[in-house]
């Protein structure tokens, strides 16, 4: 639930919409699974609750692209041990 808080927060801040290729492409890899996936897409098409669906996975992609490319990320050694016995 958290996360998607925070999702929707940065899609606000960025003023994010679903790119419409995003979209497209994210249902033609995921046809490309089926037999025919022309029919997959089409049905995917004539389908307003799928095609919601497929926007809005195509704009949380685009919001975790926004936190990572503004993410500092620094290396630091650590044991195994270490890492598991850290408190979250």
Known sequence: MLFG????????????KADEERVKGLIEE???AY????????FYGSNKELM???????LEE???EAVLAKAKVSEKATS????MNQQA
Do not use: C, K, Y
């Open 5 to 16: 808080l925070l999702l929707g927060e940065v899609i606000r801040t960025h003023e994010l």
């Open 80 to 83: 195994f041990n270490e890492l």
């Open 52 to 58: 919601e669906n497929m926007r809005n996975v195509a």
């Open 30 to 32: 995921m046809a490309s």
């Open 35 to 42: 037999e025919d996936p022309s029919e997959v897409v089409a």
């Open 62 to 64: 685009q919001a975790v």
